[in-house]
């Protein structure tokens, strides 16, 4: 049997791959590692946060245990006991660079033209290297037409002191008719804000667009006396994606390619993380009836949306106004209980779900990829 050149190679180097490799580093010390990424840099520029009982293995990880949410009459506060958490992306891949500089059999190539990854007997070739196993990454092409949730974000530092002591994870805006606008906000420090204007639809904006909104909003809340010292950007396709049954010994999906990704939230890096913790470190290649139920409900709720996209914000006003702390957390969460995914369909306008079940919508849900 040839002898491959690595015993792993990992396709792209994203959250969800540096996630597996820290939470297992002790099974990756004494492994030849090959790690590929089209990129010249890793991408800094994002704060990740979802809700999760889960803690990412990294320092500097917030948690709130309150959360606001607002819109056209109403501002309420929410309490929950699973936490809402953020990372920003720099502390993730700082932990990272460490676990290379201690890994001597851990390669990276960053700038690397990966080109297709090819089956030879029991090996896996790619970029001229072979091994063993290989853990892919690498975000699926999405051809269809589909809606995006497209964000600026802006860190806002105060010469005194921040406005807000919670995050705010949505301050909507009635105004947007072509699916969801919102507002999101959160302290991250005692004089640091983080601003970022959201979208649910198909259409993405250029910079000015989102910077004067952005301003605008900022007069609106009248702040004053701050500067902006970091801007991210971003785009999430909200699809369903699954990765095809029956796939090869030896080849293992991640983040986003192994259907990570909440099509209701953009949601994916809490998700990751638990398949890391659940499947171990050569992970599993079947993927749980439970994850697959959640993502039909998800593709129904985007139906919606997406059927009546004057309306998402009601929609999403409604599930504010109806709904207590701790049933949206866990909605939101990576792992839902039953209770409150019973909750939401129970405050949601039925009719417009039934129609949803029937109707056709030019957009795509659901992507089903193959390996290239």
Not at 90 to 99: G, H, P, Y
Not at 196 to 218: I, R
């Amino acid at each position: 049997m040839q002898t491959p050149d690595y015993d792993f190679c990992f396709l792209g180097c994203g959250a969800s791959t540096v996630l597996h490799l820290l939470t297992h580093q002790n099974f990756f010390a004494d492994k030849r590692v090959l790690i590929l990424e089209s990129a010249q840099g890793f991408q800094l520029e994002r704060t990740f946060c979802s809700f999760s009982e889960l803690s990412l293995p990294v320092e500097g990880e917030l948690k709130f245990q309150s959360f606001r949410a607002s819109g056209v009459g109403f501002d309420r506060l929410f309490e929950s006991s699973r936490a809402y958490r953020c990372l920003n992306a720099q502390a993730l891949f700082a932990e990272f660079e460490k676990l290379l500089k201690r890994s001597p059999h851990m390669k990276l190539l960053l700038g690397q033209a990966m080109g297709r990854l090819e089956r030879r007997g029991k090996l896996f070739s790619v970029a001229g290297q072979t091994a063993e196993f290989v853990f892919d990454s690498r975000p699926p092409e999405l051809t269809e037409r589909i809606w995006r949730q497209h964000f600026v974000g802006w860190e806002l530092e105060f010469e005194s002191s921040q406005p807000l002591t919670s995050p705010v994870i949505m301050d909507i805006e009635s105004d947007f008719c072509e699916g969801l606008k919102f507002f999101y906000l959160i302290p991250k420090s005692d004089r640091k804000l983080l601003v970022e204007l959201t979208y649910f639809s198909e259409q993405v904006f250029d910079d000015a667009h989102y910077g004067a909104e952005l301003e605008k909003y900022s007069q609106s809340k009248r702040w004053t006396g701050y500067q902006i010292v970091a801007k991210e950007r971003g785009v999430i396709p909200l699809v369903s994606i699954f990765p095809p049954d029956n796939l090869p010994a030896g080849y293992r999906p991640l983040g986003v390619r192994a259907g990570n990704m909440r099509a209701s939230t953009g949601y994916s890096v809490w998700r990751s993380l638990s398949q890391c913790l659940s499947g171990g470190p050569l992970l599993a290649t079947t993927f749980d009836w439970r994850w697959r139920l959640i993502q039909a409900m998800d593709r129904l709720f985007l139906k919606v949306l997406q059927l009546n996209p004057q309306r998402a914000g009601e929609l999403f006003s409604r599930f504010f106004r109806s709904l207590e702390g701790e049933t949206i957390a866990s909605f939101m969460s990576e792992r839902p209980q039953w209770s409150a995914l019973l909750k939401v369909i129970a405050v949601m306008p039925k009719w417009m779900f039934v129609k949803a079940l029937f109707g056709r919508t030019p957009f795509s849900n659901k992507h089903i990829w193959r390996i290239e």
